[in-house]
């Protein structure tokens, strides 16, 4: 089980520093969400974030590609040091070029799939990612109410997976805590990203540790 800070949610001004305390804390990943202002309405980090954090950390940079075009993108966050890039299949007309171009240059590559579009849209793109990324909340804005009917899209996803005997990551990102957190890792999931729930509570540190240590328990009753 793997916890994923999403530092959205994190105080701006000491970016750097909100990092590092996670990684101190434990987390081996860190979640960025690129937002362009076109694909969804909010703007946030650009490569020279993953850049500058790239120097101060040395956990997994997955970074969540929440933009039109999302090829464009490939080159400019690669050199800037991202571990994993996930692009949304809604935002890209021919998203097996693109998961294919994502590794070409080194990358690990993920496919994410807004609440509404279903999971049959996998189905000629197993063998070409390495993370699918199932949303819980409509992709934009950090803070959203968690969709609970994610949950037996989790468990679809999931038991694919296995009938295929593919061996990459299900992640969920939206409205995960100690309540929903839980649950997606019992329907299947191995990432989970989080924001609120850690960088909302008064120690962001200590919030991470219980979170994770809830997230285990409930994988191994999965």
């Known amino acids: 089980m793997i916890l994923a800070p999403s530092l959205l949610a994190a105080p701006l001004a000491d970016l750097g520093k909100a990092a590092q305390d996670m990684e101190e804390a434990?987390?081996?990943?860190?979640?960025?969400?690129?937002?362009?202002?076109?694909f969804v309405p909010n703007l946030t980090f650009?490569?020279?974030?993953?850049?500058?954090?790239?120097?101060?950390?040395?956990?997994?940079?997955?970074?969540?590609l929440m933009?039109?075009?999302?090829a464009f993108w490939i080159e400019p966050f690669a050199q800037a040091g991202a571990d994993l890039?996930?692009?949304?299949?809604?935002?890209?007309?021919h998203p097996q070029r693109t998961l294919?171009?994502?590794?070409?240059?080194?990358?690990?590559?993920?496919?994410?799939?807004?609440?509404a579009t279903h999971e049959s849209v996998l189905e000629y793109l197993w063998d070409d990612v390495d993370l699918i990324l199932l949303m819980t909340v409509n992709p934009g804005f950090a803070g959203q109410a968690f969709l609970p009917p994610v949950l037996e899209k989790i468990r679809r996803v999931k038991a694919q997976a296995e009938a295929r005997g593919?061996?990459?990551?299900?992640?969920?990102?939206?409205?995960?805590?100690e309540?929903?957190?839980p649950l997606c890792a019992e329907a299947g999931a191995g990432v989970l990203v989080a924001g609120q729930?850690?960088?909302?509570?008064?120690?962001?540190?200590?919030a991470f540790r219980n979170l994770l240590r809830r997230l285990k328990g409930a994988d191994d009753r999965g």
């Open 85 to 93: 890039l996930t692009i949304h299949i809604e935002a890209d007309r």
């Open 100 to 115: 294919a171009a994502i590794r070409k240059r080194g990358l690990q590559a993920g496919l994410a799939l807004s609440p």
């Open 179 to 181: 309540r929903t957190g």
């Open 67 to 70: 933009v039109e075009d999302p």
């Open 197 to 206: 729930a850690i960088f909302g509570h008064p120690d962001p540190k200590a």
């Open 26 to 38: 434990g987390a081996t990943w860190l979640h960025l969400d690129i937002m362009d202002g076109h």
């Open 46 to 64: 650009g490569p020279g974030t993953v850049r500058d954090l790239k120097g101060k950390v040395q956990a997994f940079l997955d970074v969540h």
């Open 166 to 177: 593919w061996r990459g990551y299900i992640q969920v990102d939206g409205g995960v805590d």
